[in-house]
Nanobody, 114 residues
Framework: QVHVEESGGGLVQPGGSLRLSCAASGRIFSISTVAWHRQAPGKQRELVAHITSGGNTNYADSVKGRFTITRDNAKNTVYLQMNSLKPEDTAVYYC????????WGQGTQVTVSS
């Protein structure tokens, strides 16, 4: 069974930065595509960024140029570096692993407010 855990959320002022971490158990990590999604109150969950097992990345238009997704297979961890944060980035951020199956974490809250 794959366990996924997010960390690094918190309260930050507009224009600030946060780095989220997604740590996963299991040997499937290195062959998984890992994605960050987010869900703001009253809105649908949306894809923020993903990184394939080969290191290819893709971003939502709303975060391009501000967010960077990277992975460290030796640590079974994916990171989401978030810069120039805006109030509209406020959401619960979820990590998702996809291989032949799928696993989600419980989410970490990011609040951007002055």
């Amino acid at each position: 069974q794959v366990h996924v855990e997010e960390s690094g959320g918190g309260l930050v002022q507009p224009g600030g930065s946060l780095r989220l971490s997604c740590a996963a158990s299991g040997r499937i990590f290195s062959i998984s595509t890992v994605a960050w999604h987010r869900q703001a109150p009253g809105k649908q969950r949306e894809l923020v960024a993903h990184i394939t097992s080969g290191g290819n990345t893709n971003y939502a238009d709303s975060v391009k140029g501000r967010f960077t997704i990277t992975r460290d297979n030796a640590k079974n961890t994916v990171y989401l570096q978030m810069n120039s944060l805006k109030p509209e980035d406020t959401a619960v951020y979820y990590c998702n692993l996809r291989w032949a199956g799928s696993a989600w974490g419980q989410g970490t809250q990011v609040t951007v407010s002055s």
